[in-house]
């Protein structure tokens, strides 16, 4: 897992329709910017843990074409 802080939100007019009703936030990890599915309803500027890879299809319920998912919001770091 990653530790991030969210950036801002990403609007997309045209997507897969396996991603519909699925929020994207972007969260800065180190010098990174990732575009990661928001599971846990996180805003910006909130430090957020980060899963990758197949934890984050998992975190998200489905198979869905993901790769960074936000799957906590941390009260202290």
């Known amino acids: 897992m990653l530790l991030g802080q969210v950036a801002g939100k990403v609007w997309a007019t ?17 010098e990174r910017l990732l575009v990661c599915a928001d599971c846990v309803g996180a805003g910006e500027g909130e430090t957020v843990l980060v899963a990758t890879g197949g ?3 998992v975190a998200a319920g ?3 074409p993901i790769d960074a998912a936000i799957v906590g919001i941390l009260d202290e770091s």
């Open 55 to 57: 934890a984050a299809r």
């Open 62 to 64: 489905a198979e869905l």
């Open 14 to 30: 045209k997507k897969s329709p396996a991603l519909t009703g699925q929020a994207f936030l972007t969260v800065r990890v180190g």
